[in-house]
């Protein structure tokens, strides 16, 4: 039987990944959440998506969860996107009508964007309400803010999601291992889950192995208490997708080899 890691292994679905022969594979090596940004893609292939995952889920038998991740206040720039500063909610109206198409086709988590305040999953709850079904929710630390507010927002949310490329941008660089550290142990101490993302393992969009320095990056992160690691670039536009999931899952199997002690997978 093979052997298969507490930490679960979040890979995003895209372009390199959304056929049935590479998602196959990627579940085949324990890929556990899939997650689907909606950032990108129109509702059509966003729904070939879903339909696809449920599929690969039939053929193995067993559930694969699946993430809406919202898109949040971000504007268009030359370079790519950028935050809108001047938004007046987390929430904007493309995030509504995305996760009431999410919820009508079933998605089991939805990950908020830019949260600054518990008050904005509040908010996000009475949407779902209102749509008449209610998911877990991700809360997406990225802001300054959040930071700031970090107690409310984890006893607030179902889980928090660290998500360091927007998260850098908010703080100096030189911090972000500690505040990681830091949001994982408040995570540990409320039983939440916690995801640790972004950049992982990115030189594996290119490559068919890993940096050391990335190597050694998921290994920290199960070492420090994260219940999931999470792939975006890597699985979803990556040259190299099954191979990412099968190295990460190397990896994450070994840091839990030895670490002591073993701590309980909460997410759920």
């Known amino acids: 039987m093979t052997e298969h890691s507490r930490a679960q292994i979040i890979a995003t679905i895209g372009p390199a990944s959304g056929n049935l022969d590479t998602l196959k594979k990627m579940i085949g090596h324990q890929t556990d959440i899939i997650r689907i940004n909606f950032s990108h893609g129109n509702y059509d292939t966003l729904a070939e998506y879903i339909t696809l995952i449920k599929e690969v889920a039939k053929f193995y038998e067993k559930r694969i969860p699946i993430i809406q991740d919202l898109s949040g206040p971000r504007e268009k720039t030359e370079s790519?996107?950028?935050?809108d500063e001047d938004a007046?909610?987390?929430?904007?109206e493309k995030d509504k009508r995305d996760l009431y198409f999410g919820?009508?086709?079933?998605?089991?988590y939805v990950a908020l964007s830019f949260v600054?305040?518990?008050?904005d999953i509040i908010e996000l709850k009475g949407l779902m309400e209102k749509f008449g079904k209610i998911k877990p929710i991700i809360a997406k630390i990225e802001r300054k803010e959040a930071l700031d507010k970090i107690d409310s927002i984890i006893e607030a949310a179902d889980g928090i999601m660290i998500a360091r490329g927007d998260l850098v941008d908010a703080i100096p660089m030189e911090q972000l291992p500690f505040v990681q550290s830091t949001i994982i142990k408040k995570c540990k101490e409320a039983k939440k889950p916690v995801i640790v993302a972004t950049q992982m393992m990115l030189s594996m969009t290119n490559s068919p192995i890993p940096t050391r320095a990335e190597?050694?990056?998921v290994a920290n992160a199960i070492i420090q208490?994260?219940?999931?690691?999470?792939?975006?670039?890597?699985?979803a536009i990556g040259k190299y997708p099954v191979e990412t999931v099968e190295m990460m899952e190397k990896i994450v199997l070994e840091a839990e080899r030895n670490m002591a002690p073993h701590l309980p997978n909460i997410f759920k």
Not at 80 to 83: Q, S, Y
Not at 225 to 235: N, P
């Open 88 to 92: 007046t909610s987390v929430i904007t």
């Open 225 to 235: 208490g994260a219940d999931a690691v999470m792939l975006s670039e890597e699985s």
């Open 80 to 83: 790519g996107h950028k935050l």
């Open 215 to 217: 190597v050694t990056d």
């Open 116 to 119: 600054e305040k518990y008050q």
């Open 103 to 108: 919820l009508d086709h079933d998605i089991d």
